[in-house]
């Protein structure tokens, strides 16, 4: 599903029109990152899931194209944890 089609099944589930519900989703994804950004701060949705972010250590990778070994520096990278609700939704 591509997000204009997320963006129509909003409007028509929330009664809204397309620019409301583009908004809308904007808001919350805008909400969610920045969330995140501050000091890793979890975001959880109810029956949807978690969003959260984990530390990932320095390592040493491979340039695929030369063999070359390189460093790849540590990092938070964000993750998701879906919740109970949306694992049987799912099934």
């Not at 063999?67 to 990092?75: L, S, T, V």
Request: glycine residues 6%; without cysteine.
């Amino acid at each position: 599903m591509k997000k204009s089609e997320l963006v129509e099944k909003i409007s028509q589930a929330a009664k809204i029109n397309k620019t409301q519900a583009n908004d809308a989703l904007n808001a919350a994804v805008e909400a969610i990152k920045k969330s995140l950004k501050k000091d890793g701060e979890r975001v959880t949705l109810p029956g949807f899931g978690t969003f959260s972010t984990a530390k990932r250590k320095a390592r040493t990778g491979r340039n695929p194209r030369t063999g070359q070994a390189i460093k790849i520096p540590a990092m938070r990278v964000p993750k998701f944890s879906a919740g109970k609700a949306l694992k049987a939704a799912v099934k």
